[in-house]
């Protein structure tokens, strides 16, 4: 499967408004502070948004959801993997996105036959506080040998000058959070993501 190298992730509907119109294709919802009718109704509008635009829209953590309100994608975390139900996400037809971290960790990700994999932090990230180190461009190169054909990820600290790099040494796809969030001009930010990518 070939999937859009660049792969920005973001915490609200306003977001995906900002970069889909700018020709971003695969992109991640990434929900933490709504629950319930309120996370829903988010996650309603953001596939309603990304279809709209033929973009891909990937619903991180909230499997169940995901399921219900017809997603085509979902991303799991570690922790959020303990509570999945694999088989139900798979029944209903949904692509897998796994964050891995260590080899017990890409083991346990390859066994599910996922969609991508995606290691991080690759750089050291401000997103939020993480118990993993930097993996480094090497980690990536050899994530790669080890993944084979599944499209790989990279994620934390990733930025437009930093994405040739992670590129070179093995990564299918680079995510960015903050690197376009904290940026004073988004916009322009995404455009130079999706130059660096094309």
């Known amino acids: ?21 700018l020709g971003v294709t695969l992109v991640q919802l990434r929900i933490k502070d709504a629950w319930g009718d309120a996370l829903r109704l988010n996650i309603r509008a953001g596939l ?42 798979r029944r209903a037809g949904l692509r897998l996105g796994i964050s891995t971290h260590d080899h017990a960790e890409l083991d346990r990700a390859l066994m599910l036959a996922p969609d991508y994999v995606a290691l991080g932090p690759v750089y050291p990230t401000i997103l939020k506080p993480m118990k993993w180190a ?27 000058e930093r994405a040739p790099g992670a590129f070179a040494a093995g990564a ?12 004073p001009d988004p916009e322009a930010r995404m455009r130079a993501w999706l130059q660096v990518c094309a």
């Not at 461009?137 to 930025?159: D, F, H, N, Q, Y």
């Open 1 to 21: 499967m070939t999937l859009p190298r660049f792969y920005p992730i973001f915490d609200s509907v306003d977001w995906l408004e900002r970069a889909l119109p």
């Open 134 to 160: 930097e993996q480094g461009l090497e980690r990536l190169t050899e994530w790669k040998r080890l993944v084979g054909t599944t499209p790989l990820c990279a994620i934390g600290g990733m930025s437009v």
């Open 172 to 183: 299918d796809i680079v995510s960015a959070v903050t690197d376009i969030t904290l940026n």
């Open 48 to 89: 309603a948004l990304a279809r709209t635009h033929g973009a891909a829209l990937v619903i991180n953590d909230h499997w169940q959801m995901a399921i219900d309100e017809g997603a085509d994608w979902v991303h799991l975390g570690q922790e959020d993997l303990d509570a999945a139900d694999v088989r139900a996400i």
